[in-house]
């Protein structure tokens, strides 16, 4: 990513190169934001990269697994790969309430099944579901209110 892609007054990133060919633009959350913020005030005058190696230059894939792997074992993190960084972001938003659509959309997934297979819950993200079932009074079930409307009707129409 180079700096005129990052639009730090309108808080927005855009990308050039996508897996699926496609340029989109996305929106930079708080943390981000002011993490490039601080960057661009301190950054490579000859080099237009946002993240830059040691010397200036663009980072190569390879390099950038190095550092995350070392990042890992320095964290003592077991089992983790890049790719599951987007998986725990998916999953993340899921769990905020976040709906699908918008999470298939920071992803850039053309197909919304594929954003599913990113996005997952846990049994306590879940519990607002069941939760909501506490707020229907014991004695009013909707079954209970269709129930008490046909009594209520039939009781008219014997008046």
Same mark, same amino acid.
């Given at each position: 990513?180079?700096w005129?892609?990052?639009?730090l007054?309108s808080?927005?990133?855009?990308l050039?190169e996508t897996k699926?060919?496609?340029?989109?633009?996305?929106?930079l959350?708080?943390t981000v934001w002011?993490l490039?913020?601080?960057?661009?005030k301190?950054?490579?005058?000859?080099?237009d990269?946002v993240?830059?190696?040691s010397?200036?230059t663009?980072i190569?894939?390879g390099?950038l697994?190095?550092?995350?792997?070392?990042?890992l074992k320095?964290a003592?993190v077991?089992?983790f790969c890049?790719?599951d960084?987007?998986?725990t972001?998916a999953?993340?938003?899921?769990?905020r309430?976040?709906?699908l659509?918008?999470v298939q959309?920071? /992803?850039?997934?053309?197909?919304?099944?594929?954003? +599913?297979r990113? =996005?997952?819950?846990?049994?306590e993200s879940l &519990?607002d579901?069941?939760?909501?079932?506490?707020?229907i009074? /014991?004695?009013?079930?909707p079954?209970?209110?269709? +129930?008490?409307k =046909?009594?209520?009707?039939a009781?008219?129409? &014997?008046?």
């Amino acid at each position: 990513m180079v700096w005129q892609d990052v639009n730090l007054f309108s808080g927005v990133a855009t990308l050039q190169e996508t897996k699926n060919g496609e340029r989109r633009s996305i929106p930079l959350n708080r943390t981000v934001w002011e993490l490039l913020m601080a960057k661009s005030k301190v950054r490579y005058l000859a080099s237009d990269y946002v993240f830059t190696s040691s010397v200036g230059t663009k980072i190569d894939g390879g390099n950038l697994r190095a550092d995350f792997m070392k990042a890992l074992k320095t964290a003592k993190v077991n089992g983790f790969c890049f790719h599951d960084l987007r998986h725990t972001f998916a999953t993340r938003l899921i769990q905020r309430g976040i709906d699908l659509y918008k999470v298939q959309k920071l /992803l850039g997934h053309r197909d919304n099944k594929t954003t +599913q297979r990113y =996005a997952h819950h846990y049994p306590e993200s879940l &519990r607002d579901g069941v939760d909501a079932l506490d707020s229907i009074p /014991l004695d009013s079930t909707p079954i209970e209110e269709r +129930q008490n409307k =046909a009594d209520q009707g039939a009781t008219q129409a &014997r008046k």
